[in-house]
């Protein structure tokens, strides 16, 4: 599928304002997640948070679908998924505002899911992998799916930073949740469909060889048949060469001879 893209004037000025005010937003949203994310590690040592996690097939366990991305097993759990919200999260919200916040209901609810239904009896799952991974799928089929450069550009950028998430919703490492990965995976590859038209297409700028040309041809056609003739037969006869009399001897005056020598 691809997006028709407006090849309509853009103000360079007021198209900067607005990525500044975008990325702005898109940074204080994600700064804001991350903290609650380092308050919530903090309490998190303070309590039993075992009723909060995932446990699979559990009716109880259903709770964790919503707690569950807030919890992190150790410092460096928090912090491979701090680093990836942070990037994926402003990439995301910058370029797709309206649908990465449409997106993100499903991309949480499909990471806990994905755990609660395919996790093993009696295991716990808590962490924002899954929608770290959800974030990651998002951004690169709305890529594939929209085909306009930020979009493309975006794709580009999470595949290079995070392409192993590819990988990474297939069972690999012991004590990977690579089932909260799969349901993240699949709630951004739904919300990346139903949600493709949420945020406009920006304008496409055009090149300035383009511009160049459509003034070349505007020229050309407000010229035509000023300074170019159609045809040679309309151009003007503004002289044309008198007729050749044949027949005619022209008397030309005789030679005069010089005196003898010796005069």
């Known amino acids: 599928m691809h997006l028709d893209m407006p090849d309509d004037p853009i103000d360079p000025a007021a198209q900067r304002v607005a990525d500044r005010r975008r990325l702005a937003m898109a940074a204080k949203i994600s700064l804001t997640f991350v903290a609650l994310l380092g308050v919530m590690f903090g309490v998190q040592g303070m309590m039993d948070w075992t009723p909060f996690a995932v446990r699979p097939l559990e009716p109880a366990g259903l709770l964790g679908l919503l707690t569950a991305p807030l919890l992190h097993g150790s ?48 295991s716990r799952h808590l962490g924002a992998s899954g929608v770290t991974h959800g974030l990651m799928f998002l951004v690169f089929v709305l890529g594939l799916l929209r085909r306009d450069r930020p979009s493309i550009a975006a794709g580009m950028i999470a595949f290079f930073f995070y392409g192993g998430m590819l990988l990474t919703i297939l069972p690999q490492e012991p004590g990977v949740s690579w089932q909260s990965h799969l ?28 511009i160049e040309e459509e003034e070349a041809a505007r020229a050309a056609a407000l ?24 027949g005619v001897v022209l008397d030309f005056p005789q030679r005069r001879q010089d005196a003898p020598p010796g005069d």
Do not use: C
Request: glycine share 12%; net charge positive; no cysteine.
């Open 223 to 246: 010229d035509a048949g000023t300074f170019e003739p159609a045809s040679p037969r309309d151009v003007p006869v503004l002289w044309r060469r008198a007729p050749e009399q044949r």
């Open 183 to 210: 349901g993240g995976a699949l709630g951004g590859l739904a919300a990346a469909w139903l949600f493709r038209r949420a945020d406009p297409v920006p304008p496409r700028r055009r090149y300035s060889w383009e």
């Open 75 to 122: 410092p460096t759990h928090l912090v491979a998924n701090v680093s990836a919200l942070l990037l994926l999260g402003m990439l995301s919200l910058t370029v797709y505002p309206k649908a990465t916040l449409r997106a993100l209901p499903l991309i949480w609810l499909g990471s806990g899911l994905g755990a609660w239904l395919l996790g093993d009896a009696g």
